[in-house]
């Protein structure tokens, strides 16, 4: 079946310019999480969604990053104003409904800022 | 504070070999484990995975250990087949600590197998 899908897959932007990045889960995945990857570095938490409320958002950088999520589906994560250190691999993952246990992650969207 | 440690940046393993790939973490409410593997430009994909209530998971090639008292876990890959050259990666969460939807990640390690 379909994985978790993310668009676009890279985006250049230039400093202090909004972007906004995509995520499908996996159809029938109620809890969706996105992931920042600098370079050099693990996969850091910033925000889990379980169905459309994002119960934890204490992993999101700053004020300047936002995301949403609607339908129980996809989700959009998007970063005002970006800075150069905002550079990363985005990713996305979602998990079944039973919660916990591995969560399978989409490709990524690698976001530079110049 | 890392949570989560792969101390080994790389390993080089010949081709048939075992690869023997190893994590440490520090915060004791974890008791869930999964080892993810990454290629260039794609995501993760899981690999294998252990509960704290065991000491080995077994799926095929690949086994992982877990010494809970050393809060050490190691994934063995044998056979090891140059397919497995790759980024793995070690993660960890608390299903039982009310945060079971958090994944903390080491940083992870190379591993290249030659032919």
């Known amino acids: 079946g379909a994985g978790v899908s993310q668009s676009p897959s890279n985006k250049v932007t230039e400093k202090g310019k909004d972007v906004e990045l995509r995520c499908d889960p996996i159809s029938g995945h109620t809890a969706l999480y996105w992931y920042r990857q600098s370079l050099g570095q693990g996969l850091e938490f910033l925000i889990y969604?379980?169905?459309?409320?994002?119960?934890?958002k204490s992993g999101l950088p700053s004020d300047r990053f936002s995301a949403e999520r609607t339908g129980g589906s996809v989700s959009t994560l998007t970063i005002q104003r970006t800075q150069q250190e905002d550079s990363a691999v985005y990713l996305c993952?979602?998990?079944?409904?039973?919660?916990?246990?591995?969560?399978?992650f989409g490709p990524g969207t690698r976001l530079l800022v110049l | 504070d890392q949570q989560v440690k792969q101390n080994s940046p790389s390993l080089s393993v010949q081709e048939g070999r075992i690869s023997i790939l190893n994590c440490d973490y520090t915060n004791s409410m974890f008791d869930y484990f999964l080892w993810y593997k990454k290629y260039p430009a794609e995501g993760p994909t899981f690999l294998i995975s252990?509960?704290?209530?065991?000491d080995k998971n077994e799926d095929g090639r690949f086994t992982v250990f877990l010494n809970k008292s050393a809060k050490h876990l190691s994934l063995h890959i044998v056979p090891s087949q140059p397919g497995d050259s790759a980024v793995y990666f070690c993660?960890?969460?608390?299903?039982?600590?009310?945060?079971?939807?958090?994944?903390?990640f080491g940083k992870g390690t190379l591993l290249t197998v030659n032919p």
């Open positions: 252990i509960s704290s209530i065991k």
């Open positions: 993660a960890a969460s608390a299903l039982g600590g009310g945060s079971n939807y958090k994944l903390t």
């Open positions: 969604f379980q169905g459309n409320s994002a119960p934890d």
């Open positions: 993952a979602s998990s079944p409904p039973a919660g916990g246990g591995a969560q399978y």
